[in-house]
């Protein structure tokens, strides 16, 4: 049985319960060593085989689990933060399918939750964006033609950009051209959660600066939108006047 398990965004104690039991568990763990806090190799028990996918191809990868399978143990594929966001998880299902080997999916803390938790900040503040953005810059990955970042940057929602921070220059100049003003908020997120995590707090207009001025290439996080300003709207679900299944609306 292969898991697929979200490592969470990089603080050891993030991992879910189930993930880490599966750790402890399991006989052979290939993690995504770019991204992942070793630290929570720890987990693993002694003798278990571990393997880094950063030095490995897809293919690699599956006759790693394929020799597991053999052996009748359990594989743990850790990835980083939630393997549904840029975890290049699909193909690896598709390829455990056709060789009929079972699978399943451990969902993990995402890094733009532990960037938002690090910042002290909610993405859908009533009045100001009911909607949240979670892409990428084309770089040598494309992006679909529609999803081009000035056409997201049209909408003004929320916008968190995942393996960008090393292409701040275009960033900002992709963002300016949508709704987003040289005074938005904006900040970058470094190595959200980790020991090492960094917060550069700025604007649309200063991204390309801020990012040059930290040195920040990579692992970072760009969030964009003014969910990080200082204004917004009560929720009305806690005003005195709204009524609810649970809660009578206040006289006047």
Same mark, same amino acid.
């Given at each position: 049985?292969?898991?697929?398990?979200?490592?969470?965004?990089?603080?050891?104690?993030?991992?879910?319960?189930?993930?880490?039991?599966?750790?402890?568990?399991?006989?052979?763990?290939?993690?995504?060593?770019?991204?992942?806090?070793?630290?929570?190799?720890?987990?693993?028990?002694?003798?278990?085989?571990?393997?880094?996918?950063?030095?490995?191809?897809?293919?690699?990868?599956?006759?790693?689990?394929?020799?597991?399978?053999?052996?009748?143990?359990?594989?743990?594929?850790?990835?980083?933060?939630?393997?549904?966001?840029?975890?290049? =998880?699909?193909?690896?299902? /598709? @390829?455990?399918?056709?060789?009929? %080997?079972?699978?399943?999916?451990?969902?993990? !803390?995402?890094? #733009?939750?532990?960037?938002?938790?690090?910042?002290?900040?909610?993405?859908?503040?009533?009045?100001?964006?009911?909607?949240?953005?979670?892409?990428?810059?084309?770089?040598?990955?494309?992006?679909?033609?529609?999803?081009?970042?000035?056409?997201?940057?049209?909408?003004?929602?929320?916008?968190?950009?995942?393996?960008?921070?090393?292409?701040?220059?275009?960033?900002?100049?992709?963002?300016?051209?949508?709704?987003?003003?040289?005074?938005?908020?904006?900040?970058?997120?470094?190595?959200?959660?980790?020991?090492?995590?960094?917060?550069?707090?700025?604007? =649309?207009?200063?991204?390309? /600066? @801020?990012?040059?001025?930290?040195? %920040?290439?990579?692992?970072?996080?760009?969030? !964009?939108?003014? #969910?990080?300003?200082?204004?917004?709207?009560?929720?009305?679900?806690?005003?005195?006047?709204?009524?609810?299944?649970?809660?009578?609306?206040?006289?006047?």
């Amino acid at each position: 049985m292969v898991h697929f398990v979200g490592a969470g965004p990089g603080a050891v104690d993030l991992i879910t319960l189930r993930g880490e039991r599966l750790l402890r568990t399991c006989d052979t763990v290939i993690y995504a060593g770019s991204l992942v806090n070793p630290g929570l190799l720890l987990y693993c028990r002694e003798g278990c085989r571990v393997y880094n996918s950063a030095e490995m191809t897809l293919e690699q990868v599956i006759s790693v689990i394929k020799d597991a399978e053999a052996g009748g143990g359990s594989t743990v594929r850790l990835h980083t933060g939630d393997p549904a966001i840029f975890g290049a =998880v699909r193909e690896q299902m /598709d @390829a455990l399918d056709r060789l009929n %080997i079972p699978w399943d999916v451990t969902p993990g !803390v995402s890094s #733009f939750s532990g960037a938002a938790a690090s910042l002290g900040a909610e993405y859908t503040l009533p009045g100001v964006s009911q909607t949240v953005i979670l892409s990428r810059i084309a770089g040598r990955t494309p992006v679909p033609e529609n999803e081009s970042l000035s056409s997201l940057a049209s909408h003004g929602a929320s916008l968190v950009l995942f393996l960008s921070s090393g292409q701040l220059p275009s960033v900002q100049e992709e963002l300016l051209r949508g709704a987003y003003l040289a005074d938005t908020p904006a900040a970058i997120v470094y190595k959200a959660t980790w020991p090492e995590e960094k917060i550069i707090r700025c604007t =649309v207009g200063t991204l390309r /600066d @801020a990012g040059e001025k930290n040195g %920040i290439k990579k692992t970072a996080l760009v969030l !964009v939108g003014d #969910f990080l300003g200082e204004t917004y709207e009560r929720s009305r679900l806690y005003a005195p006047d709204f009524a609810t299944e649970y809660r009578k609306a206040a006289p006047e």
